[in-house]
């Protein structure tokens, strides 16, 4: 292992070659490494050390923050006409958005919130299963 230190200095620029010694020799003791016990457990190589309370409660929070992003995604694709958390399936042309039984009942002709004569409808098209 030795020759092969001393041929890449003769080789390589001294600044470079300092740090190919660097990660040399971190590459030799990463993998000549004795086992260590982390949480009741023995890893053969080096892990991180945390307490296992932290993570799940960083877990934990990261579970709850996606699920309120969802929870507020999922209001805002929700029907306001009815209030009955149907998804929205159509866009009228004065921008407002509606379930699929609220544009065959409610708003069959004109809009439910600006009562604008309803002459186009868009039907949506978004991926439900990031909602639901």
């Known amino acids: 292992m030795g020759s092969f230190l001393t041929t890449c200095a003769s080789v390589i620029v001294p600044p470079v070659f300092e740090a190919v010694k660097c990660i040399y020799s ?7 490494s004795k086992p260590k016990p982390i949480c ?38 929700t029907c306001k006409c009815c209030n009955n958390n149907n998804l929205v399936d159509y866009t009228f042309d004065c921008a407002h958005m509606v379930c699929g039984s609220c544009n065959r009942s409610t708003c069959a002709n004109r ?22």
């Not at 971190?26 to 000549?32: E, R, Y």
């Not at 960083?58 to 805002?76: F, Y």
């Not at 809009?111 to 868009?122: P, Q, Y």
């Open 40 to 77: 009741d457990r023995t890893f053969s190589q080096r892990q991180f050390e945390y307490s296992s309370q932290e993570n799940q409660a960083q877990t934990q929070e990261l579970i709850e923050e996606q699920r309120r992003k969802k929870a507020r995604r999922r209001q805002m694709m």
């Open 26 to 32: 971190l590459v030799i003791d990463f993998f000549t």
């Open 111 to 132: 809009c439910f919130e600006c009562k604008e004569i309803i002459r186009e409808r868009i039907p949506m098209d978004y991926p439900r299963h990031e909602l639901i």
